[in-house]
């Protein structure tokens, strides 16, 4: 089993719609969880972190957290062609301090 | 200049070469990471300074050698690579590095990686 695992896509949506992008994790111990979204050829860059069970808001996004299913997700509302990118969920290792990873999910949003 | 910044951005080297990347933060961070993404792989650890200490080595090849001279700057040294090192190599910073703590420390600010070709 993949210590973080997310659907790789692409995950299509037309403009203006609301995009849904899930991770799973392994680790029940974990406290600290991030989304991370990264352009073709580019680094990732931090999009929402979320320490508390429930939601969190800003701006268009807004980041889900339930650690009794171990589940985090990221909603986009009103989603822009701009937001086409990869979608990385990463969760904080409460034993060794590590980020770990998920594969990404690539979002594709059409005009 | 603000953040993390790396150099080069793209680097093409033979298999018998030396070269070395470099990181540099300016977020007065005191932890820094070495990342590699492989197309279709998530983002593996290779390395991680805590105030200029290793203190993660994640059963990297003795061919990439990382070096933390301060809290700014961290290197990888690369020699005798394999084509199946070409990968982005990406630089992260956080203001701590603490197992077992949660909160709004730990977050990892990425550079923009430097692209690396071996032939």
């Not at chain 1, 986009?76 to 937001?83: C, E, F, G, L, V």
């Not at chain 2, 990888?76 to 982005?88: C, F, K, N, V």
Request: charged share 20%; aromatic share 10%.
């Amino acid at each position: 089993q993949k210590e973080v695992e997310q659907n790789s896509g692409p995950l299509s949506v037309p403009e203006g719609a609301i995009a849904s992008l899930n991770c799973t994790y392994s680790d029940r111990g974990s406290q600290s969880f991030f989304w991370y979204r990264q352009y073709s050829g580019k680094s990732p860059e931090l999009i929402m972190s979320i320490y508390s069970n429930g939601d969190k808001e800003d701006g268009r996004f807004t980041a889900q957290l339930n650690k009794a299913s171990q589940y985090v997700s990221l909603l986009i509302r009103d989603s822009q062609p701009s937001d086409s990118a990869t979608y990385l969920c990463a969760v904080m290792n409460s034993n060794t301090g590590k980020l770990i990873f998920g594969q990404g999910t690539t979002l594709q949003v059409k005009p | 200049e603000t953040g993390v910044t790396q150099t080069p951005r793209h680097l093409v080297m033979g298999m018998t070469n030396k070269k070395s990347l470099k990181c540099e933060q300016h977020l007065g961070h005191n932890a820094m990471y070495w990342y590699k993404q492989s197309a279709k792989k998530p983002l593996e650890l290779m390395f991680v300074y805590s105030l200029e200490e290793r203190v993660e080595n994640n059963s990297v090849p003795s061919r990439f050698s990382p070096e933390c001279p301060n809290s700014s700057h961290l290197f990888l040294h690369l020699h005798t690579l394999q084509p199946e090192d070409s990968a982005l190599y990406l630089c992260a910073s956080s203001q701590l590095f603490n197992v077992g703590t949660s909160g709004r420390r730990d977050t990892q600010y990425f550079g923009p990686g430097t692209r690396l070709t071996v032939l």
